[in-house]
């Protein structure tokens, strides 16, 4: 979702940026183009370098926790056991399953209770990246094919006009996924962008009357 609200909002701006400066359709096209680009690869370059930062803690936290389960294995059996007992279970029950996760697989139960990682939800930086840079790809494809698409006496307020539609189901499903009411994120996520595309649009125009 937040790849995806950056990459309308921003290239949406830019383009309306130009446009307010009388920009030519062939101006138009190449900002929204080298738009998409840069920020695809800007995201999926932040992306790929902060979830690498995440997998090397996770590698290291592995790596204590098989340290010290070859080193001090009752501490570690002690250890699992406070957390099922602060979980509900008395002492006893608490000590038996304990034991048993240990004896299947010590360390994948201790990296999931200790330090909440699992198979499923390690860090791919990969992943990420290309997650990061779809959802980017996606939204600011939206304003550039509204404004290659619109005749050119409308396309400041066609272009308007599809980017906020774009930016309410945005919103929207996004709320519907956070189980929230989707008043408030659609007149935030509408709020935010207009304010962003008008900032530009008024940069735009000043530069565009200096320069003519």
Same mark, same amino acid.
């Given at each position: 979702?937040? #790849?995806?609200?950056?990459? *309308? ?13 009388? @920009? ?32 090397? &803690?996770?590698? /290291?936290? *592995? &790596? ?17 056991? #406070? ?14 399953? /304990? ?8 360390? =994948?139960?201790? !990296?999931?209770?200790? !330090? #909440? ?5 390690? =860090? ?12 980017? /790809? @996606?939204?600011?494809? *939206? ?10 006496? &409308?396309? *400041?307020?066609?272009? !308007? ?8 189901? !945005?919103?929207?499903? #996004?709320?519907?996924?956070?189980? /929230? ?10 709020? @935010?962008? +207009?304010?962003?595309? &008008? ?9 565009? +009357?200096?320069?003519?």
């Amino acid at each position: 979702m937040l #790849g995806a609200n950056d990459g *309308i909002v921003s290239t949406a701006s830019l383009l309306l940026g130009v446009a307010a400066a009388d @920009g030519t359709p062939a101006a138009m096209l190449t900002t929204g183009l080298a738009a998409l680009a840069a920020g695809a690869g800007s995201m999926a370059v932040g992306e790929y370098v902060s979830v690498s930062s995440q997998r090397d &803690a996770e590698q /290291a936290d *592995i &790596a204590k926790e098989t340290a010290e389960l070859a080193e001090v294995p009752e501490r570690e059996l002690d250890e699992l056991t #406070g957390i099922y007992i602060s979980k509900g279970l008395d002492r006893s029950l608490a000590r038996q399953v /304990a034991e048993q996760l240990t004896a299947g697989d010590a360390l =994948a139960a201790h !990296l999931s209770e200790e !330090l #909440g990682i699992t198979e499923q939800n390690q =860090a791919n930086p990969f992943q990420a990246a290309w997650t990061s840079a779809s959802a980017f /790809a @996606g939204g600011a494809a *939206i304003p550039i094919v509204a404004m290659a698409l619109s005749p050119r006496e &409308a396309r *400041i307020m066609i272009t !308007l006009a599809v980017t906020l539609v774009a930016l309410a189901m !945005l919103g929207y499903v #996004g709320a519907k996924l956070g189980r /929230a009411a989707p008043a408030r994120p659609m007149i935030r996520v509408l709020v @935010g962008g +207009t304010a962003a595309m &008008a900032f530009t649009m008024v940069i735009g125009k000043l530069v565009g +009357t200096a320069v003519a």
